[in-house]
T-cell receptor, first 116, second 114 residues
Framework: AQKVTQAQTEISVVEKEDVTLDCVYE???????LFWYKQPPSGELVFLIR??????QNEISGRYSWNFQKSTSSFNFTITASQVVDSAVYFC?????????????FGKGTHLIIQP | DTGVSQNPRHKITKRGQNVTFRCDPI?????LYWYRQTLGQGPEFLTY????????KSRLLSDRFSAERPKGSFSTLEIQRTEQGDSAMYLC????????????FGPGTRLTVT
């Protein structure tokens, strides 16, 4: 069965520090997608990135970067030069149902607190 | 606003009452999902529609829960005989056939059962 583990329940850093959120996943399928979502205090999940299992290239988008390593089943998320507006709960998710039919499997989330 | 909308945003009900929530997906999206999120947890999948057909249901969806999407547009989720354990945020998401992997989430309906 599929599973997503986010071992860090809460992380607190001071503004401008770099921070990495860990995500480890389990699946028996060779074709799958991985996601990161942000949930600010307002509650709405905001899509950040999608990665398929055949593309292990790391990705950078502004201050955000993602490190996908199949060998360790990890898909970690780094925020560089963090800002107070980055404070939110971040979820890693997995889709191995070939198009979302079984929905996304989410981790429990990491609550990121950026202190001014 | 052309995103996913959900109504009501908050609902307080007494145990044993029935409640119904509504989700309006992005207009061209034919796939619609319901999730439940309890405090401190990630969302958990409940059910999935492709157009008006309900194609998948999680074992979390007990027989007190029923979801419909009668014309392939908006969807309703009804909980009968609510229990305190039903207190949660109920999230709706939609995606298109062209890109089924990108689900757009609504703001959720927070249910409190007293």
């Amino acid at each position: 069965a599929q599973k997503v583990t986010q071992a860090q329940t809460e992380i607190s850093v001071v503004e401008k520090e770099d921070v990495t959120l860990d995500c480890v996943y389990e699946t028996r399928d060779t074709t799958y997608y991985l996601f990161w979502y942000k949930q600010p205090p307002s509650g709405e999940l905001v899509f950040l990135i999608r990665r398929n299992s055949f593309d292990e290239q790391n990705e950078i988008s502004g201050r955000y970067s993602w490190n996908f390593q199949k060998s360790t089943s990890s898909f970690n998320f780094t925020i560089t030069a963090s800002q107070v507006v980055d404070s939110a709960v971040y979820f890693c998710a997995l889709d191995d149902s070939g198009g979302g039919a079984d929905g996304l499997t989410f981790g429990k989330g990491t609550h990121l607190i950026i202190q001014p | 606003d052309t995103g996913v909308s959900q109504n009501p945003r908050h609902k307080i009900t007494k145990r044993g009452q029935n409640v119904t929530f509504r989700c309006d997906p992005i207009s061209e999206h034919n796939r619609l999902y319901w999730y439940r999120q309890t405090l401190g947890q990630g969302p958990e999948f409940l059910t999935y529609f492709q157009n008006e057909a309900q194609l998948e249901k999680s074992r979390l969806l007990s027989d007190r829960f029923s979801a419909e999407r009668p014309k392939g547009s908006f969807s309703t989720l009804e909980i009968q005989r609510t229990e305190q354990g039903d207190s949660a945020m109920y999230l709706c998401a939609s995606s298109s056939l062209r890109d089924p992997y990108e689900q757009y989430f609504g703001p959720g309906t927070r249910l409190t059962v007293t």
